[in-house]
């Protein structure tokens, strides 16, 4: 199985201090940084685009951006992302007709692929065809387009139907994650964890990252044994 890999969600940061923000995370143990980008269309929220990862990209050496594209028309903003420096573009499969096709362009551009589904969309939606040409599978634990949100735990079982398909893939859950609910995510075979508020708000965000990061390798262990 995959490695463990904790992805902050930068949509719960100090927007006005988002370099420092980022930094911040990078210090306390943060591999990716999770970056919402919404485009008021998709999802009736409005975000970050590329002008602003560009500059986090410059004033952030050596950040892994993790592009969580909730946008209408996700094959419009493949090279614009890709120019601002993100290293992960993941779409969601509802908004794309051709999403084989999509993530192709995505590695054109040198840039790993991710598909996501929402929380009313089955596992299946992801075909074995799709799912092959991706680098990374997410889960929506929440509706996309709002940080805070309650965490669906009706959303987990599809976690574990991906990764009984998928067993070497990267498998990411983004909503409402946190100490109290990233057991159950990890028991399901996810290995990459966005958590927001659960880690910006904490007064020592490095704990709960190695929080989220053990608890995912523990069960990754208990996998193994089986």
Excluded at 88 to 95: G, K, N, P, S
Excluded at 106 to 118: N, R, T
């Amino acid at each position: 199985m995959p490695r463990a890999i904790i992805s902050p969600s930068v949509l719960a940061s100090d927007f006005g201090q988002l370099n420092a923000e980022c930094k911040r995370m990078m210090k306390n143990g943060a591999e990716w940084l999770h970056m919402d980008v919404m485009d008021g269309h998709f999802v009736p929220n409005i975000t970050m685009g590329a002008p602003i990862l560009s500059c986090v990209s410059k004033g952030v050496p050596g950040i892994f951006m993790d592009c969580h594209m909730m946008v209408a028309q996700p094959e419009k903003w493949v090279d614009d992302i890709c120019d601002a420096g993100g290293a992960l573009y993941c779409f969601h499969i509802e908004a794309t007709a051709d999403p084989v096709s999509l993530i192709h362009k995505i590695h054109e551009k040198k840039m790993k692929a991710g598909v996501a589904i929402s929380p009313d969309t089955p596992s299946t939606a992801i075909s074995d065809e799709v799912a092959h040409a991706a680098d990374m599978l997410l889960v929506m634990t929440v509706y996309p387009g709002r940080g805070g949100q309650k965490f669906l735990e009706r959303c987990v079982p599809k976690v574990a139907e991906l990764r009984a398909r998928f067993p070497d893939k990267d498998i990411e859950v983004d909503g409402g994650v946190g100490p109290n609910t990233v057991g159950m995510c990890a028991d399901a075979g996810s290995n990459v964890i966005v958590a927001g508020t659960a880690i910006f708000a904490s007064q020592d965000p490095g704990q709960v990252i190695e929080i989220l990061r053990s608890t995912v390798e523990l069960a990754q262990a208990k996998a193994a044994q089986k």
